[in-house]
């Protein structure tokens, strides 16, 4: 029996169970010619893109709800090396016993995780990266109003206005609202001189309107110093008392990445080829957060839920293919889209690698409603319907809807 070994039961590592599943089926392979395993260090698929939204709690999903039903064995343990030549992982059970896993071919989707600075007082830091992260900020909110009073105990300041951050802030005016009815205050600070400076000048407009709308105070140029349970103070010396300090700057692949030969870029991922086989380490492929795969020509993949299931389901299909020695189909995700949640003020979608405003405020926020309420979450239960989805071929609705905006 060939083994696959998937790492990480996040976005990509699911669909790769799945995609390698479906595609044995599909090949008419028996069960046991290709052994599928998964191993996290949780029990759940973590819905990381609604971290920022009041509570994070809930925002998770069973693993074994998606993998039991596909015949997909699940190790819950914390894979600490990998060893290429042996072809053999290492990892710590929750008893923290060491177990080793061997396999034919190995999947690394251990994903990403956000780089904290070396600043002073970094620890007084809040996120909103992993599922305890995040619930850590939403009851240190809460509690806010038990806390003695005095200066900034309901400013929130921002560090980064990326992505996260912009989801983060126009978040929180709402929700400090809803633990008080005293004057809140959330202030963006963002090193470089724009806002989303790597989301382009496309939606900037919409986003400085949001801000604006939103109540949220935006300081550029601004990097910030020093932490301390009272505020923050900037590299300029401005102080700015505040109870909660959020920091939401890069995110980088999992130092898992370290443990394989091969070439990685920037953020740490490994260089694949067309096929997510990575360059270099013979059986091993990478997907998700942990892969700078091309998504077209000139355009590598972001780090996002939309990369990580196409890659995941491609991924799969390629395992069980390689293994049963059929041809391997070439990653072709769908046409690029953005959609940033504004808060109360709305959302906004772009299309292509410009991002060019498609849709904004209500009709954008009821898109990015059903993104992270409905398309974002696997099916669960019934192994038809998963297997069905693990397809490679098959499209996210937001596609559809890109194209027709
Ligand atoms: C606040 C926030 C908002 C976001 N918003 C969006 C958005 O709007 N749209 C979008 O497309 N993307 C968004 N993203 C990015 C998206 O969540 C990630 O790109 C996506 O989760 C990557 O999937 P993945 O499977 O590669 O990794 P992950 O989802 O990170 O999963 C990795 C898994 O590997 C496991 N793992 C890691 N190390 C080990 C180990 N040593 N041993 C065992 N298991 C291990 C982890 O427990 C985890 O389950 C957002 C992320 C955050 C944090």
């Excluded at 953020?267 to 059986?283: I, Q, S, T």
């Excluded at 998963?386 to 809807?401: F, G, N, S």
Aim: with cysteine; proline share 7%.
């Amino acid at each position: 029996m060939a083994k696959v070994l998937i790492i990480g039961g996040g976005f990509a590592g699911i669909w790769a169970a799945a995609g390698a599943v479906r595609a044995r089926r599909a090949a008419g392979a028996p069960d046991d010619t290709v052994a599928v395993t998964l191993v996290d260090a949780g029990d759940d698929l973590v819905i990381r893109p609604r971290l920022y939204e009041a509570g994070p709690e809930r925002m998770r999903v069973p693993l074994d709800r998606f993998l039991g039903p596909i015949g997909v064995r699940r190790v819950a343990a914390t894979v600490t090396d990998i060893d290429t030549a042996a072809r053999r992982v290492t990892a710590l059970t929750r008893d923290g016993a060491p177990t080793h896993l061997d396999y034919d071919r190995l999947v690394l989707a251990a994903g990403s995780r956000l780089v904290t600075p070396g600043i002073d007082g970094a620890q007084h830091l809040f996120d909103v990266d992993t599922l305890p992260a995040a619930a850590a900020l939403d009851a240190h909110l809460r509690q806010l109003p038990g806390t003695p009073a005095g200066e900034g105990r309901f400013t929130v300041v921002v560090v980064g206005a990326g992505f996260t951050g912009l989801e983060v802030a126009t978040e929180l005016t709402a929700r400090l609202r809803t633990v008080t009815d005293e004057p809140v205050r959330v202030v963006l600070v963002e090193r470089l001189a724009v806002v989303g400076p790597e989301l382009g000048p496309g939606p900037r407009l919409e986003i400085c309107s949001a801000l604006a709308g939103t109540g949220v105070e935006v300081l550029l140029g601004s990097g910030v110093a020093a932490v301390d349970p009272a505020g923050v103070t900037l590299g300029d010396g401005t102080r700015i008392p505040a109870r909660t300090v959020v920091w939401t700057g890069g995110m980088r692949a999992s130092v898992l990445t370290g443990r394989i030969p091969g070439t990685r870029d920037g953020l740490g991922r490994l260089e694949v080829d067309e096929h997510l086989r990575v360059r270099g380490a013979d059986g091993v492929y990478a997907a998700g957060d942990t892969a700078a795969a091309v998504a077209e020509p000139g355009h590598v993949v972001m780090q996002s839920c939309q990369h990580a299931v196409p890659q995941g389901k491609h991924v799969g299909a390629n395992v069980a293919a390689d293994l049963l020695g059929l041809p391997l189909v070439p990653f072709a995700p769908d046409p690029y889209v953005t959609c940033l949640d504004l808060g109360p003020w709305g959302a906004v979608l772009t299309t292509g690698w410009e991002r060019t405003v498609a849709l904004t405020r209500d009709e954008a926020k009821q898109l990015k409603r059903k993104i992270n309420s409905e398309w974002i979450y696997p099916p669960l239960d019934d192994a038809e319907t998963i297997l069905h989805h693990a397809d490679h071929r098959t499209t996210w609705p937001t596609a559809t809807v890109a194209g027709s905006a």
